[in-house]
């Protein structure tokens, strides 16, 4: 195993991607996530890594598009308001079916927003974000650990899927120092036989695109997509549950509202109330079917997240009905505080009769 | 009935060059994207790259450039074709590697991502067909209409006053010192392609020294936009559009190699 | 000088009939068919042979559709 080291999740996430072999990173600055761009500016260099600092994300993701398409395992990360802007881009690149790594260090919206954490950005990333049909792979860290972890896994599972795929994380973890441990990464190999590196004599010219004029032809193309996304949902539903074995009420967290939750978990267990946590580490696919599975057994579920209330819809699909689903909420950059929450828990509680 | 003339003793001289894959251009009788699309794959051909060349189609009546270009190819999205570009450029920066933009592509939705990339340097030929309308969508407006060019967004004639000046395009991007060899030429005379060949194997070439931007800004014509017949269009090209956009050379700082 | 002796081979079927070659051959050899391919285009052809193997009309052909010839050299009348 390699050493220890002490790092702040946006660091750990460059570092990270180095470690799995990237060969090129285009961005543009944005709080919360700049010292990405600075931390690759200063190391890509030395691994040979391409790094090139964009006019715009409308240009990064547009870079992407064109290093992905020449078969080249390349990402970006940005925060909100510029994710926004790539939104184009990414249609593109899934329907151009083309691998890639997409970082989206949420921060607080709509609009210019704030800089502060949010987790407003679930529906645009697993709900579409740009136009047609298509879907991320999305990936939610909750420690640094995790960021070098998924950081990896991001590139294997869109590179395997010829998909993009996206960490959405916010800026609480971004800025986060923990200590992180990079595992030795083997590249499971990569076919890019259909990427652009200059026709041979051997082979039909290759393109990249994602324009299909004749209904019919675009059709195949997006049941091909539907194919892959479904062959996604059989191999890559991730998710880790905390105490669920004994559970009454199931929390549903990801990213920084899984940690606070796994802290009001430990206020009403030592109240006397038995709860759970599930966290999906794989926003799309969903883990829909352990939440099926565990509305047989448990009273209630209760969503917390940095939002309105958006993966609260997925969690009421997965329940189907059979329970009843609270929610709490915080907008806006502002985080709530684990006895806030509990508080919420218990009145929830009493509500469905617990 | 044509005359039937024997090709006994005779040397072919010209023919349609092979990195032009054997399909019939979806284009309209006489646009010029058909002669901007061969000479640039006569360039490929003549040079011997087509092994190292990557094209970038736009958004715009060559969306479909991938069908008749016997090279690797990308389709960017509309405008962003210099992006695009720059990502394929800077991991393999032996490549050669071009976009081909029409007025509307290059310089009104995708006016910043050329800027940049020819701000930047970028090792690269940037292929541009002005014909002063959006060909694709129907004959609206461009960035590069001319004052009192009727299009169907501006039925009466562009007005400065609405719709602001045609934009030049090679005299903007001659002033970044990103760019290493600027010209504009046309494809409507013989002579004249000729020397947009010229200029195109220029640009090309240009790449190997690894010393800024090739923008070549082909005036072009839309025979069917322009609701002329293709002979009409060329003269109108001539005594129209030259006049607002000169053909020749914006900056060279290549020759002296 | 002896004049130069040329000829041209329009591939028809894929000729658009824009007029562009006829327009711009200084011998007038080239002309608009009677008859029409099967895409409906008056296409081009030599009507005369009066070819000089100038090039000019394979210059502005959108379509790449004609291949030029010219007399060897010691073949010249
Ligand atoms: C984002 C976006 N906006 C608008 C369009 C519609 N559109 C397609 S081509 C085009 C203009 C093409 O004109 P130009 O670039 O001059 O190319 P031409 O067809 O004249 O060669 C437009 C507006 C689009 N495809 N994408
Ligand atoms: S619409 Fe205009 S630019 Fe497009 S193919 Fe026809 S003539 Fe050419
Ligand atoms: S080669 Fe010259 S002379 Fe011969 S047909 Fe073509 S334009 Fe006319
Ligand atoms: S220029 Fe080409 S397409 Fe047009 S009429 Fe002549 S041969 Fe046909
Ligand atoms: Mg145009």
Known sequence: MSEMLLMKGNEAMAEAAIRAGSEGYFAYPITPQSEVAEYMAREAPKHGTVFLQAESELAAINMLYGAAGAGFKVWT???????????????????AMLPCVIVNVNRGGPGLGTIQPSQGDYFQTVKGGGHGDYRLITLAPSTVQEIADYMSLAFDLAWKYRNPAMILMDGALGQMMEKVQFKPYTDPGRDFSWSTRGKKEDRESNFITSLFIKPEEMEQVNLQLQRTYREIEKNEVRYETYEIDDADLVFV??????????????????????????????????????????????????????NAGQMVEDVRLGVNGKKEVGFYGRMGGMIYSPEEVAEKVEAFARKIGM | MGITVSLENMDKIYERPKTLKDQVMHYCPGCGHGVAHRLVMEIVAELGIQEKTIGIAPVGCSVFAYYYMDIDMQEAAHGRACAVATGVKRMMPDHYVFTYQGDGDLAAIGTNETIHACNRGENITIVFVNNAVYGMTGGQMAPTTLIGQITTTCPSGREQVANGYPIRMSELVAQLPGTTYVERVAVNTPARVRKAKKALTKAFKSQELKKGTSFIEIVSNCPSNWKMTPVESNKWLDENMLPYYPLGLYKDEISGE | MAKVKGAVVINTENCKGCGLCIYACPTDTLGFSKEINSKGF????????????CVSCALVCPDAVITVYRMKKDKAV
């Not at chain 1, 990360?77 to 329907?95: F, K, R, V």
């Not at chain 1, 940690?259 to 696919?285: C, D, E, F, Q």
């Open chain 1, 77 to 95: 990360s940005s925060s909100s308001p510029g994710i926004s802007l790539m939104q184009e881009g990414i249609s593109y690149i899934a329907g």
């Open chain 1, 253 to 306: 967290a990801y990213g920084l509202s899984a940690r606070i939750a796994s802290k009001v978990m430990h206020i009403l267990r030592n109240k006397g109330l038995k709860v759970g946590l599930v966290k999906p580490v794989t926003l799309w696919p969903y883990p829909y079917k352990i939440l099926h599975d565990l509305a047989d057994r448990v009273k209630g579920f209760f969503v917390m997240e940095l």
């Open chain 3, 42 to 53: 008056n296409y081009s052809e030599m009507v005369q042979d009066e070819c000089i193997a």
